[in-house]
């Protein structure tokens, strides 16, 4: 009966998978372990536009373990890691989505003030999943081995980042309205020399995707 409810039931259920009190979450890992011996697994990431890639990730990850633990980076930790114009996507919304997933079974924040592997050394994971994009140090991976099981790497399961994602769309709304703007300069600059519609086509293809992503990028900081 308990299978089909709450944190192992089969709908989202986000307000019991998304559990920010990490007492909390170290006493219901220990219950899963200790009653249930169940396998705990954790990973992290930030999961910014979610995309099939994270996805089957996940899946992947749960392959290895019985309970799947999401460390979610905090807005405040994304924007301090990646820039004031990440994340797209606001921590809740990102949160939610990833309790969507069959694969993902708890949800949790890291936030930019907690201690270095705080995470890592509440859950004590049987294993630790690591994207092969994360960097790690032998002596990373010996501190690491104090406090969970196996650490197991995982590669990349879609060619192309949410970063990637994020500047090809910047950059195709860019180009498409500097090719729309083109179409309307020989009739605006009708009477004067090749020349200068051509220098004058050129400065258009450059500058407006620039305008365009800055745009973008100011207007994402103001919401």
């Not at 697994?41 to 019985?66: N, V």
């Not at 799947?68 to 980076?73: K, T």
Request: a neutral charge.
């Amino acid at each position: 009966m308990f299978l089909r409810r709450g944190v192992m039931g089969w709908g989202s259920n986000y307000e019991q998978r998304f559990i920010p009190d990490y007492d909390r979450l170290a006493s219901l890992v220990n219950r899963f372990r200790q009653e249930d011996g169940y396998r705990i697994g954790l990973t992290s990431g930030t999961f910014d536009i979610l995309h099939i890639g994270h996805m089957i990730y996940l899946e992947r990850a749960r392959e290895l373990c019985d309970v799947l633990i999401i460390g979610v980076d905090s807005d405040e930790k994304v924007r301090a890691r990646k820039g004031p114009d990440r994340p797209l996507v606001q921590q809740e919304e990102r949160l939610m989505s990833l309790t969507h997933l069959r694969s993902v079974t708890i949800v949790t924040l890291k936030e930019l003030n907690h201690p270095r592997r705080h995470l890592i050394k509440t859950v004590k994971p049987d294993v630790l999943i690591i994207s092969e994009r994360t960097t790690y140090s032998q002596e990373d991976r010996e501190q690491l081995g104090e406090f969970c099981g196996d650490i197991t790497l995982l590669p990349p399961q879609a060619e192309a980042s949410t970063t990637g994602r994020i500047r090809s769309m910047e950059i195709t709304g860019g180009s498409k309205l500097a090719d729309k703007i083109t179409e309307q300069i020989p009739e605006a600059v009708n009477g004067l020399s090749e020349e200068v519609s051509r220098i004058l086509v050129g400065k258009v293809q450059q500058v407006i995707p620039e305008l365009v992503a800055r745009s973008l990028r100011e207007l994402r900081e103001g919401m």
